[in-house]
């Protein structure tokens, strides 16, 4: 079973950036699409953004439109999510996931999702 580990969480003020990062120790993620998920406190998880197998579609959320961006690194084990303009509504723990099947799937629905890492805190305020 592929076993995602999320990384690059941290504070920071309104306004700024952070990059996560999405690694698998086992398996290349290049056979696998990849999301980006959040969750709030108290509420529930939500998709952020999803990337295809060959990185050439991706998708967001619309609160994220124009300041997240995902990518991947082909032949590596890595995805990205480069999120700039920072706001506190941002605030959650971040989770890269893999899809429980080929197709057929919601890039965004956390409930077609599966392999969830332990997250990665972000914190937005100043």
């Known amino acids: 079973q592929l076993e995602l580990t999320e990384s690059g969480g941290g504070w920071v003020q309104p306004g700024g950036s952070l990059r996560l990062s999405c690694l698998s120790s086992?398996?290349?993620?290049?056979?696998?699409?990849i999301s980006w998920f959040r969750q709030a406190p108290g509420k529930e998880r939500e998709g952020v953004s999803c990337?295809?197998?060959?990185?050439?579609?991706?998708n967001y959320t619309d609160s994220v439109k124009g300041r997240f961006t995902i990518s991947r690194d082909l032949g590596k084990k890595l995805v990205f999510l480069h999120m700039n303009n920072l706001r506190p509504e941002d605030t959650a723990v971040y989770y890269c996931?893999?899809?429980?099947?080929?197709?057929?799937?919601?890039?965004?629905?956390?409930?077609?999702?599966?392999?969830w890492g332990q997250g990665t805190h972000v914190t937005v305020s100043s």
């Open positions: 086992e398996h290349t993620l290049d056979y696998y699409a």
């Open positions: 996931a893999a899809p429980l099947r080929d197709y057929g799937y919601d890039c965004l629905n956390p409930h077609d999702f599966g392999s």
């Open positions: 990337i295809s197998q060959l990185g050439d579609s991706t």
